[in-house]
């Protein structure tokens, strides 16, 4: 006699589905079009952004993008394990927790533009005088305020907004 086994999925379909869906995700965290295509002074944010991130032969670097990361990396991981965790125990789908992740980093980027003054070279006194401020990276605000986040799968964005 043939044993009788019914196979009944306790949710291990929806496991790996996610897990694949997962890994197809990503996050950017910056200056992303469209969102980085408005102009200041005759130039778009990303370009603003990739001068204060690597500076000029006359503006030193203030690099507060690839700073965060490094500055914020044990926070990073742990924004990761917890979204991706609300994923496996069923509580978020995996671009919720992704873009859930993105906005945190996002976040974090804000936090280290905001701290600038504490840790970036300090402008020069010409400057301070044109601007009215000593504060490092911030001139009209707008740099501060295209920042942005996205989720891309295999590349393409499929989320995005501003860092807040």
Same mark, same amino acid.
């Given at each position: 006699?043939?044993?009788?086994?019914?196979?009944?999925?306790?949710?291990?379909?929806?496991?790996?589905?996610?897990?694949?869906?997962?890994?197809?995700?990503?996050?950017?965290?910056?200056?992303?079009?469209?969102?980085?295509?408005?102009?200041?002074?005759?130039?778009?944010?990303?370009?603003?952004a990739?001068?204060?991130?690597?500076?000029?032969?006359?503006?030193? &670097?203030?690099?507060? @993008?690839?700073? /965060?990361?490094?500055?914020? $990396?044990?926070? %990073?991981?742990?924004?990761?394990? +917890?979204?991706?965790?609300?994923?496996?125990?069923?509580?978020?789908d995996?671009?919720?927790?992704?873009?859930?992740?993105?906005?945190?980093? &996002?976040?974090?980027? @804000?936090?280290? /533009?905001?701290?600038?003054? $504490?840790?970036? %070279?300090p402008l020069?006194?010409k +400057?301070?005088?044109?601007?009215?401020?000593?504060?490092?990276l911030?001139?009209?605000?707008a740099?501060?305020?295209?920042?942005?986040?996205?989720v891309?799968?295999?590349?393409?964005?499929?989320?995005?907004?501003? $860092?807040?």
């Amino acid at each position: 006699m043939k044993p009788n086994v019914k196979y009944k999925d306790m949710g291990l379909k929806a496991l790996v589905e996610n897990t694949k869906v997962l890994k197809e995700l990503g996050v950017l965290v910056g200056y992303i079009p469209p969102m980085a295509d408005v102009g200041h002074g005759g130039i778009n944010m990303a370009t603003l952004a990739a001068i204060m991130e690597y500076g000029t032969d006359d503006i030193p &670097a203030r690099p507060f @993008l690839s700073s /965060f990361y490094r500055e914020y $990396a044990n926070q %990073i991981k742990e924004l990761w394990s +917890t979204e991706t965790s609300k994923v496996y125990m069923k509580k978020k789908d995996p671009l919720e927790a992704v873009t859930d992740v993105a906005k945190g980093m &996002a976040s974090l980027a @804000l936090k280290r /533009f905001d701290t600038a003054s $504490a840790w970036a %070279i300090p402008l020069d006194p010409k +400057t301070v005088e044109r601007k009215g401020s000593s504060t490092p990276l911030v001139d009209t605000g707008a740099l501060r305020a295209h920042l942005g986040w996205a989720v891309t799968k295999k590349r393409s964005i499929v989320r995005f907004g501003r $860092a807040e």
